[in-house]
């Protein structure tokens, strides 16, 4: 399978970059124009997620939902049910938490009729996180502590 394109299976998320991710877009785009092809052109896309606040990222940070995506990840339960067996909590609370997930664009559904076979975006296997901070003081101060 393609999968492998998909840098080693890995969802990025970035924090308040998504005018960067448009520039890349934009040239991902012209390189597809001018002749590129290829799935990894489409995979990266979708192996992006940009957050704009901080309570996204607390969210995604809070510990019940790390465990439902490690579960997710490492024991593939083929139904929200089988996750919710998985880590032994109740189907409806696990329901609510991967909507919340689903909404913050990290986990989506395969749906094959009967089921919903929770997976994370672009059927990742690892999350790479990164906050970038912007800095708005004159970066030239040599002291962070100017007066």
Do not use: C, W
Request: aromatic share 4%.
């Amino acid at each position: 399978s393609n999968q492998t394109l998909m840098t080693e299976n890995t969802l990025k998320i970035t924090f308040q970059q998504a005018e960067e991710h448009r520039q890349t877009a934009r040239e991902r785009l012209q390189r597809a124009e001018s002749g590129e092809t290829g799935e990894a052109i489409q995979q990266d896309v979708r192996a992006i997620v940009n957050f704009e606040d901080f309570d996204d990222i607390a969210l995604l940070m809070r510990t019940p939902n790390l465990k439902l995506i490690e579960t997710i990840v490492a024991e593939e339960p083929a139904s929200i049910q089988g996750l919710a067996d998985a880590v032994d909590r109740d189907y409806r609370e696990v329901h609510r938490n991967l909507s919340e997930l689903e909404a913050l664009g990290v986990v989506e559904f395969i749906d094959d009729g009967s089921r919903k076979k929770p997976t994370l975006r672009g059927e990742a296997e690892n999350i790479d996180f990164s906050i970038r901070f912007p800095r708005t003081a004159d970066r030239s101060s040599t002291s962070g502590l100017s007066a």
